[in-house]
C-alpha cells in the first residue's frame, strides 16, 4: 500500500520525523533491554548492593556531565565540518584531563571515603576516573553524530551500551557478585559500546587542515559554554546526584529502593529525550529567527500527550508492579515510584526545550532556574523531619513547581527570540 504523500515527505531520510523514528526505536529496543535484564538483577542483587552501586554511578554520572567542559555539546553549533570537529578535538583532551584529576582526587580523598562510605565502595571509586572518560566520549560522539544527522549509529549505540551492561553484570554476579559485578559490569558494558561507535564513526573523521582553527581559538569562540553554560551544568550535576548522597546519608539500602524507582520511571524519559530531544537541539541550532516558538510548542505537546498517558498509567500500577516484577524486596520502591511521577512528568517537558536557552545563548537565565531548582530539591531533603516515602513526595511536589515556571519561562524566550527577529526585519 502506497503512503500518502505528506506522511511520505516526513518520514523521508534525513527528515525531523525520520530521525525522531530512528532514535525512538533504538532509545526503546535500549530501554527494553534495560528494564528486562533488571528483572533477574534486582532478584540476584541486594537493595544494598544498589544502594552503593547508586553512590559509585552518581559520581561518575555528575563528573562525566562536566567533564568535556560543555564543548560536547558546542559540537553542534559550528557552521563546518572541520571547526567542529576541532571542537570534539577539544572536547576529548578536557574529558581526559577531568579523568586524570578525578583519579588524583581519589588519592588524596580515600580514607575519607572509607570511613563514610566502606572501604569497599572507596577501593572501586579508583575506576570511577576511566569510567567518566568513557562516558564523556561516548557523549562526544554521539554529538558528532547528531551534527552530521547520522541518526542510526545513535541509535545502536544505545542499544549496545544497557544491553552488555545488564549481561555483563549478570554473568559476574555469579563470579564475583556485590559490587564489584555490578561497576565491573558497567565499566566493561561501556567500553564495549565505545569501541562500536569507534569502529562506526571511522569514516567521519575530517583529516587535519593548515587552514582549521587551533583548540584554543575554538575554545575563545565558544568560551560561553563552559563559562556560562558550565555553571549551569555543574548545578544540575550536583542537584540529581547530591540528591543520592543525602538519601544515602540516612539509609544506603533505602537509596537502592529511590534508585530502582528512579531508573525505572525515568525509562519515558530517555525515551522522549534521546529522540525528541537530540533531533530538536540539532534543528534549534539551524532553525531561521521568526519560528523557534512554533517548533518548540510542538514538540512540547507531543511530549505532554505522550507523557500523560505513559505517566498517568504508571502512577496507577507501580505500587503493586515493583514487587511483582523485582521481587518482595522492592515494595518500597512501587511507592517511591508512585511519588516521582508529577516531578518526572515536568522533567519530561522541559529538558529538551532548555536547548533553546543554549541557542539564544541565555545561558544565565537557566543559571539561575537551575539554582532554584537545586535549592528546592536540597531544601526538602535536609529540612524534611518524615520517612524516606513522605520525603519523596515532598521532593517531587517541590521540584514540579520549579519545572512548571521553566516551562513557561523557555516557551516565553522563543517567542522573545521569534519578536527580535521580526522586529529586526521590519
Not at 31 to 59: C, E, K, M, N
Not at 214 to 233: D, E, F, I
Not at 305 to 319: S, T, W
Not at 345 to 361: D, H, I, M
Request: aromatic letters at 10%; one cysteine or more.
Amino acid at each position: 500500500m502506497r503512503l500518502p504523500a505528506k506522511l511520505r515527505v516526513r518520514l523521508a531520510p534525513g527528515s525531523a520525523s525520520s530521525s525522531i523514528a530512528m532514535l525512538m526505536s533504538g532509545t526503546v529496543l535500549a530501554q527494553a533491554a534495560a528494564f528486562l535484564l533488571s528483572i533477574p538483577l534486582s532478584r540476584l542483587y541486594t537493595p544494598h548492593d544498589y544502594g552503593l552501586f547508586a553512590l559509585f554511578t552518581s559520581v561518575t554520572s555528575m563528573v562525566s556531565m562536566i567533564a568535556a567542559v560543555r564543548f560536547d555539546v558546542t559540537i553542534v553549533l559550528p557552521e563546518t565540518n572541520a571547526t567542529a570537529w576541532v571542537v570534539k578535538r577539544l572536547a576529548t583532551r578536557c574529558a581526559v584531563v577531568t579523568a586524570v584529576i578525578l583519579i588524583v582526587a581519589w588519592v588524596f580523598t580515600l580514607p575519607w571515603l572509607g570511613q563514610m562510605w566502606g572501604p569497599n565502595l572507596a577501593q572501586w571509586l579508583v575506576t570511577a576516573g576511566p569510567m567518566v572518560f568513557l562516558m564523556a566520549q561516548t557523549t562526544i560522539l554521539q554529538y558528532w553524530l547528531t551534527r552530521l544527522k547520522r541518526f542510526g549509529e545513535i541509535a545502536q549505540n544505545r542499544v549496545v551500551q544497557p544491553l552488555a551492561t545488564g549481561l555483563l553484570q549478570l554473568g559476574l554476579f555469579w563470579l564475583i557478585g556485590g559490587l564489584a559485578g555490578l561497576v565491573v559490569g558497567a565499566i566493561v558494558g561501556q567500553a564495549s559500546a565505545l569501541i562500536v561507535l569507534y569502529l562506526r564513526t571511522r569514516d567521519t573523521r575530517m583529516p587535519r587542515d593548515e587552514d582549521e582553527p587551533t583548540c584554543w581559538q575554538v575554545a575563545k569562540r565558544y568560551k560561553k559554554m563552559p563559562l556560562v553554560n558550565g555553571p549551569n551544568t555543574v548545578v544540575d550535576a550536583v542537584r540529581l546526584n547530591g540528591t543520592n548522597v543525602l538519601i544515602a546519608l540516612v539509609a544506603v539500602e533505602g537509596l537502592g529502593q529511590f534508585n530502582l524507582a528512579w531508573r525505572a520511571m525515568v525509562a519515558p524519559i530517555s525515551i522522549v529525550q534521546g529522540a525528541i530531544g537530540q533531533v530538536l537541539l540539532q534543528q534549534l541550532a539551524t532553525v531561521p529567527p521568526g519560528k523557534m516558538y512554533s517548533l518548540v510548542r510542538l514538540a512540547v505537546r507531543r511530549m505532554a500527550l505522550f507523557g500523560g498517558i505513559v505517566f498517568g498509567v504508571l502512577f496507577i500500577v507501580a505500587p503493586w508492579l515493583f514487587p511483582l516484577l523485582f521481587g518482595g524486596q522492592w515494595v518500597e520502591a512501587g511507592w517511591i515510584a508512585q511519588a516521582l511521577v508529577p516531578w518526572l512528568y515536568l522533567v519530561l517537558l522541559t529538558t529538551p526545550v532548555q536547548s533553546v536557552y543554549y541557542v539564544t545563548e541565555r545561558q544565565p537565565v537557566l543559571l539561575v532556574i537551575s539554582i532554584v531548582y537545586c535549592a528546592a530539591a536540597f531544601g526538602v531533603l535536609l529540612a524534611s523531619p518524615w520517612e524516606l516515602l513522605p520525603t519523596v513526595w515532598a521532593l517531587s511536589g517541590a521540584t514540579t513547581v520549579v519545572l512548571v515556571v521553566l516551562l513557561m519561562m523557555a516557551l516565553r524566550e522563543a517567542r522573545r527570540y521569534d519578536a527580535g527577529a521580526v522586529d529586526g526585519a521590519s
